[in-house]
Nanobody, 127 residues
């Protein structure tokens, strides 16, 4: 069983930055693919970024390329999401998700491809 906990959300002005963290307990990430999804009010949950923990291979949604970066904190068994140049349309509840890795698993972008989910952390970007 993998338990995920997100942190780092908050309120920021447009153009600002935030860093989210997803920490795991119960198991290490070594054989898992991790991803960040987000869900804005009235919208479906959408894929943001995925990373294969063991290879470091990552995959980004077009809407965040050049602005968001995913990285691994191996010592703390956590995955970090650095968000720069934030826009009001980035406002959403951000979720961390995990599933066992396979080839090209960083490209998984559907919610039903992930077995484990955190509770989410709110990101609000004011204009």
């Amino acid at each position: 069983q993998v338990r995920l906990e997100e942190s780092g959300g908050g309120l920021v002005q447009a153009g600002g930055s935030l860093r989210l963290s997803c920490a795991a307990s119960g198991r290490t990430f070594s054989r898992y693919t991790l991803a960040w999804f987000r869900q804005a009010p009235g919208k479906e949950r959408e894929f943001v970024i995925g990373v294969n923990w063991s290879t470091g291979t990552s995959y980004y949604a077009d809407s965040v390329k050049g602005r968001f970066t995913i990285s691994r904190d191996i010592a703390w068994n956590a995955v970090l999401l650095q968000m720069n140049s934030l826009k009001p349309e980035d406002t959403a509840l951000y979720y961390c998700a995990a599933s066992p890795s396979t080839a090209n698993s960083a490209r998984r972008n559907r919610t039903d491809e992930y077995a484990y989910w955190g509770q989410g952390t709110q990101v609000t970007v004011s204009s």
